[in-house]
T-cell receptor
Framework: GESVGLHLPTLSVQEGDNSIINCAYS??????FIWYKQESGKGPQFIID?????DKRQGQRVTVLLNKTVKHLSLQIAATQPGDSAVYFC???????????FGTGTRLTIIP | GAVVSQHPSRVICKSGTSVKIECRSL??????MFWYRQFPKKSLMLMAT?????????EQGVEKDKFLINHASLTLSTLTVTSAHPEDSSFYIC???????????????FGPGTRLTVL
């Protein structure tokens, strides 16, 4: 079936550096994609989303890039901080359905 | 941002008992809520879609008689794990959908999760 997956299960980044978390998806019909951050023992927290008709969207310290040609999604976090350490999930959804299909997750560790 | 709460945050029960988990959207109305299950170091697996005023829609492989869902109001959905067994031990997370309008991406806000341990 259709799925959303991640290239790397773990990523370690020096504090202050930028990090890039990648996600590959297989369903080209998805209307939008979302990035969530999940800290240990907590529920996912919405970070940013992007519609399928866009290729870039920026938030506070975060940028999401969407490459529909290769079905690739990435989350860039600028000037990483210790509080950025968490598991990051990408997810995809359709307008009017809204069921999220989650990827496998990437654990980001910020090294002080 | 929107707030979704879950209660209890942790529960330990004996095998054979039933456990009810509540999910509340605190500052918006949610006609649709979702229930997920998450195993350690794994992704979230959608169990069912909870619809206010109607029956829940279960994902393939999820037993509806095992996991009873009730969405009695626009701010409350409950998940009851009936006759719980050790294999039901997991982290259960709910989310509530806040509508954004036509052709706009709705946002799902997640609760903090409930850790269920069945002895």
């Amino acid at each position: 079936g259709e799925s959303v997956g991640l290239h790397l299960p773990t990523l370690s980044v020096q504090e202050g550096d930028n990090s890039i978390i990648n996600c590959a998806y297989s369903n080209s019909a998805s209307d939008y994609f979302i990035w969530y951050k999940q800290e240990s023992g907590k529920g996912p927290q919405f970070i940013i989303d992007i519609r399928s008709n866009m290729d870039k969207r920026q938030g506070q310290r975060v940028t999401v890039l969407l490459n529909k040609t290769v079905k690739h999604l990435s989350l860039q976090i600028a000037a990483t901080q210790p509080g950025d350490s968490a598991v990051y999930f990408c997810a995809e959804a359709y307008f009017g359905n809204e069921k999220l299909t989650f990827g496998t997750g990437t654990r980001l560790t910020i090294i002080p | 941002g929107a707030v979704v709460s879950q209660h209890p945050s942790r529960v330990i029960c004996k095998s054979g008992t039933s456990v009810k988990i509540e999910c509340r959207s605190l500052d918006f109305q949610a006609t649709t809520m979702f229930w997920y299950r998450q195993f350690p170091k794994k992704s979230l697996m959608l169990m069912a879609t909870s619809n206010e005023g109607s029956k829940a829609t279960y994902e393939q492989g999820v037993e509806k008689d095992k996991f009873l869902i009730n969405h009695a109001s626009l701010t409350l959905s409950t998940l009851t794990v009936t006759s719980a067994h050790p294999e039901d031990s997991s982290f259960y997370i709910c989310s509530a959908r806040r509508l954004a309008g036509v052709q706009r991406a709705d946002t799902q806000y997640f609760g903090p999760g409930t850790r269920l341990t069945v002895l």
